[in-house]
């Protein structure tokens, strides 16, 4: 038996660092990772998907990001079971329970909006662990596991969403998965496999048959190893094999470099002229070192330049940990008088120590040397 497993779609997903046309551009490849996961259950003749919580990334969403979510979910040639998680909780004002989404759902398409057992194919249950509150108070997964004798000849899978306690910076959080509890149900054969959502990097935990498959594209920068989806097979042993599949198209980064000369700048700019797929490439960078005002200016240019191709390129805090050094050599080329020569000794007495006068020296540096 053979089913995909996925989690943490985030549809409607928004990043205030985007741009509106960026925005959209992300929003559409969340749209066509779902498209791509009916190619691969085609290809790789799955019999079902799961995707175990956050399929949407809010209850309150337009009826568009619903609609189209729904259309992509049509292409899907085989069932699909939604597991509502902590962004899309299954309470009265659910995005499950919206006029649009009940409308719109197609046949395919069904709704673990209920905890226990779902028989989805002769001798093939899904055990189902919803999020009705944001903030459980129990180990809801655990919980199912409690309830659960093994049946010889059915293969189950456990559906959950949240940290387990292996990996959570909050292990003793009354919500908190208990490795554990897993483990022991795996051993007895109450169930077979552990499909869980939450962690957004495909995880295997504990070298158990217990994975986080990981969002399908990325959503921040904390992330490892994301844009990917799970194809499980539980062979006639019920042993699981998982075999992972790249989907995501984007990528976030944040990187540190160094620049302390003229040299660093221009290898800088050739590291970011190296990237590819630029349009889907999300960076933040943070930039550390001791600068002339010439070199400053180039690396004024280098960002302006690039930030027209990258989907975002962010330089947070860097005027707090770039410093600008103001030399004669800076300026005597530009043969300044009057009014700017006198800006600019005044610039060049404030600049240091103040990151205002840094980029106000840098800009009027560069504003000159654009007119020469």
Not at 294 to 307: M, S
Not at 335 to 344: K, R
Request: charged content about 20%; glycine content about 8%.
């Amino acid at each position: 038996m053979r089913f995909l497993h996925t989690a943490d779609w985030q549809l409607g997903m928004t990043r205030h660092f985007l741009s509106p046309e960026a925005q959209a551009r992300f929003s559409d490849a969340r749209l066509a990772a779902i498209r791509e996961i009916g190619k691969i259950t085609a290809e790789q003749e799955c019999e079902f998907v799961v995707v175990c919580g956050d399929v949407f990334d809010a209850n309150l969403l337009s009826p568009q990001v619903v609609g189209r979510a729904l259309e992509a979910m049509r292409s899907i040639p085989v069932p699909v079971y939604l597991l509502p998680g902590n962004h899309d909780t299954i309470d009265a004002g659910s995005v499950y329970r919206s006029a649009t989404f009940t409308r719109g759902c197609p046949p395919n398409v069904r709704v673990l909006a209920e905890p226990g057992v779902h028989e989805v194919a002769p001798g093939v249950e899904l055990v189902a662990a919803p999020l009705k509150v944001k903030h459980p108070l129990s180990d809801l997964p655990g919980d199912q596991c409690a309830t659960l004798t093994a049946r010889p000849g059915v293969r189950r899978i456990l559906v959950g969403h949240g940290a387990v306690d292996s990996l959570s910076p909050d292990p003793d959080n009354l919500a908190t998965i208990r490795v554990g509890t897993l483990a022991d149900a795996l051993s007895d054969g109450r169930i077979h496999y552990v499909a869980l959502g939450d962690r957004h990097s495909a995880t295997q935990v504990d070298g158990l048959a217990i994975w986080y498959s990981g969002a399908p594209e990325p959503t921040d920068f904390t992330e490892t190893d994301t844009g990917n989806v799970l194809v499980v097979d539980l062979d006639r042993d019920l042993e699981a094999k998982v075999t992972s599949h790249r989907i995501g198209t984007w990528s976030f980064l944040a990187a540190e470099r160094h620049l302390n000369g003229a040299a660093d700048v221009e290898e800088f700019g050739r590291w970011l002229a190296g990237f590819p797929n630029k349009d889907r490439t999300i960076l933040k960078l943070g930039l550390v070192g001791t600068l002339s005002v010439g070199a400053h200016a180039q690396l004024e240019d280098l960002i302006e330049k690039h930030r027209e191709v990258f989907a975002s390129l962010e330089v947070p805090g860097r005027r707090s940990d770039l410093a600008v050094l103001a030399g004669d050599q800076d300026f005597t080329e530009l043969g300044l008088s009057g009014f700017a020569a006198t800006a600019m000794t005044e610039l060049v007495g404030a600049a240091a120590g103040n990151p205002t006068a840094q980029d106000a020296l840098s800009l009027l540096y560069r504003l000159v040397r654009s007119e020469a």
